[in-house]
């Protein structure tokens, strides 16, 4: 596929050498990073016109390019398709081929319900997929045919063709959801966290990302203040450093393969938002480069609780301080969980996930 009948490439935008931007690529890398800008907004019911991403881009290629070593690519602008059908299929199409090449695309603009097709690209490269979706709400309509920010999880779930081995939904309103929406993910097994939640504690929501393949982030999710930063602005939410922190854990993943950022208000011409989303991106590129700098090889000590005579094992990562909960030999097969969990347990409470874990 010939990537410039469907791409506008980045404006030159004037950096030092010790800038993030003086050090992006010329072409797509291996084991790298690449930035593709969206402007179809069509499945929240907006439009598909072209946005300007320049300013967004000046603040983010201005911030310091540190001692970054995983090499970044700048893709450029994704011209909408005629119909979403069409924009879905480019868009799968151009995050393939940075699967092939084992490069993280991250996914800036457009609507939410592109996150199916996120998900359809990395399906076709990887199977059992570990999503794990940062949103306000959670909806499972079912209705219409068209993908949209509505109905796309419901399409996810009930495909044949698509086989999701875990489910994590993080920072929903209780007051946006219904009642029976809630119950019925907790029924199904999927783990749910409140905004509540994670409010100033960002590393509680670090769990639920370690081992993840593909994180979306709803912008909805992060408050809005004077003026809007998403496209369903909403006055509560995640705070600015909140999503950064958190956008730095998604970047920790050691099994993150893709990331969208969708629902975002990418041409507000508010300075103070386009910071925010150039921040969003540049923590999630430090959180993949202090990744990529972690030995291969894990050192572990295990912890033994004793509750009402059950023997209890919590194991932590010597080298990244990280624990986690279970009884099988492989590392692997174990629940990664927080500090707070060893504690509590020495107190007598497991916590329900822990519960749900052991059954």
Not at 237 to 263: H, P, Q, Y
Request: aromatic content about 12%; glycine content about 6%.
């Amino acid at each position: 596929m010939n990537y410039e009948d469907f791409i506008i490439p980045p404006k030159y935008i004037k950096t030092e050498k010790w800038q993030f931007g003086s050090q992006l690529k010329d072409e797509l890398p291996e084991a790298g990073i690449a930035l593709l800008w969206v402007s179809d907004y069509r499945g929240a019911g907006e439009s598909a016109e072209m946005l300007d991403f320049t300013s967004v881009r000046r603040q983010l290629y201005q911030l310091s390019g540190l001692d970054f070593e995983v090499p970044v690519y700048d893709f450029g602008d994704l011209i909408s398709g005629k119909t979403r059908e069409d924009t879905n299929y480019i868009l799968q199409e151009i995050l393939s081929s940075c699967h092939y090449k084992k490069t993280i695309p991250v996914v800036i603009g457009g609507s939410n319900d592109l996150s199916f097709s996120v998900y359809s690209a990395l399906h076709f490269h990887h199977k059992n997929i570990s999503y794990t979706q940062i949103s306000d709400r959670i909806s499972l309509a079912a209705e219409g045919a068209e993908i949209t920010e509505n109905n796309f999880l419901s399409k996810l779930f009930s495909s044949k063709n698509f086989s999701i081995n875990k489910y994590h939904h993080l920072g929903y309103q209780k007051h946006l959801n219904e009642v029976d929406t809630i119950k019925m993910m907790n029924e199904v097994d999927f783990d749910v966290m409140r905004l509540a939640e994670m409010m100033n504690r960002p590393d509680k929501a670090e769990p639920f990302l370690r081992i993840t393949d593909m994180v979306t982030v709803n912008c909805d999710a992060v408050e809005s203040m004077s003026d809007c930063f998403s496209i369903h602005p909403q006055v509560n939410g995640l705070n600015r450093r909140e999503i950064c922190a958190i956008m730095k854990e998604i970047g920790l993943g050691r099994n993150l393969k893709s990331v969208g950022i969708f629902n975002v208000v990418a041409d507000s011409g508010n300075i103070l938002n386009e910071q925010l989303l150039a921040q969003m991106i540049w923590y999630l590129t430090e959180g993949i480069n202090i990744r990529k700098s972690h030995p291969e090889e894990r050192e572990f000590e295990t912890f033994w609780v004793l509750i009402d005579d059950a023997q209890y094992a919590f194991r932590r990562d010597i080298f990244s301080n990280l624990w986690y909960f279970g009884n099988s030999e492989s590392i692997e097969d174990w629940l990664p969980c927080t500090i707070d969990d060893y504690e509590n347990a020495k107190r007598g409470i497991l916590s329900s996930r822990l519960l749900k874990f052991l059954h």
